[in-house]
């Protein structure tokens, strides 16, 4: 089945450690994104790459790394420098054609709480 | 700035009537596009139905439908026959294009339909 495959659900992360959730589409969309939610607010975006070899900072990268080797994905690494990083994580794509609508498609997401 | 502002934290229905939820944006662009996602408990943001700011009709999906006033910059969600399922976080979303295509969310308005 086609879709975005985030990993793992669930991650429980110890004070000073670095960890990374995994992102994975088979959509053969361009453009890939992190957001993050906090309760009782929206999404924010972490970082976004619209092609392979390149991303951007969105509106809250600070304690936060990407990289994107691959077009299928777009692993976010959750550095010891994110002050605090217990929230909800989404990666979401796009397709490069207008007919979507710029539609932006979502993974299932994964929690991460720090212990 | 460009905002999406939801000013209905919770709404409450009763299982097969009509509810409006409401969604006011900001932006000095002529072209983007609007979008409203639920979230149910899962987590995994769905989308309900997306609306072109170039397009005078209003989008309909099945019993989702919006009203869309670009000179009041307004976008509202209307459910009809609301189902049980239906109970979710319903969040407005906005893409005004430019390099990102990023989505500006609103902080979301729990719905909660009743038996």
């Known amino acids: 089945d086609g879709g975005i495959t985030q990993s793992p659900k669930y991650l429980f992360r110890k004070e000073g450690q670095n960890v990374t959730l995994s992102c994975e589409q088979n959509l053969n969309h361009d453009a890939m994104y992190w957001y993050r939610q906090d309760p009782g607010q929206g999404l924010r975006l972490i970082y976004y790459s619209q092609i392979v070899n390149d991303f951007q900072k969105g509106d809250i990268a600070e304690g936060y790394s990407v990289s994107r080797e691959k077009k299928e994905s777009f692993p976010l690494t959750v550095t010891s420098a994110q002050k605090n990083p217990t929230a909800f994580y989404l990666c979401?794509?796009?397709?490069?054609?207008?007919?979507?609508?710029?539609?932006?498609?979502f993974g299932e997401g994964s929690w991460l709480t720090v212990v | 700035a460009q905002t999406v502002t939801q000013s209905q934290p919770e709404m409450s229905v009763q299982e097969a009537e009509t509810v409006t939820l409401s969604c006011t944006y900001d932006?000095?662009?002529?072209?983007?596009?609007l979008f409203w996602y639920k979230q149910p408990p899962s987590r995994q943001m769905i989308l309900v139905i997306r609306?072109?700011?170039?397009?005078?009709q209003n989008a309909t999906e099945n019993r989702f439908s919006v009203n869309f006033q670009k000179a009041a910059k307004s976008f509202s969600l209307k459910i009809s026959d609301s189902q049980l399922g239906d109970t979710a976080m319903y969040f407005c979303?906005?893409?005004?294009?430019?390099?990102?295509?990023?989505?500006?969310f609103g902080t979301g308005t729990l719905l909660a339909v009743q038996p």
């Open positions: 979401a794509s796009r397709p490069r054609d207008r007919g979507s609508g710029n539609t932006i498609y």
């Open positions: 609306q072109e700011a170039y397009k005078q």
């Open positions: 932006t000095s662009e002529n072209n983007y596009y």
């Open positions: 979303a906005a893409n005004y294009g430019g390099a990102t295509n990023k989505l500006i």
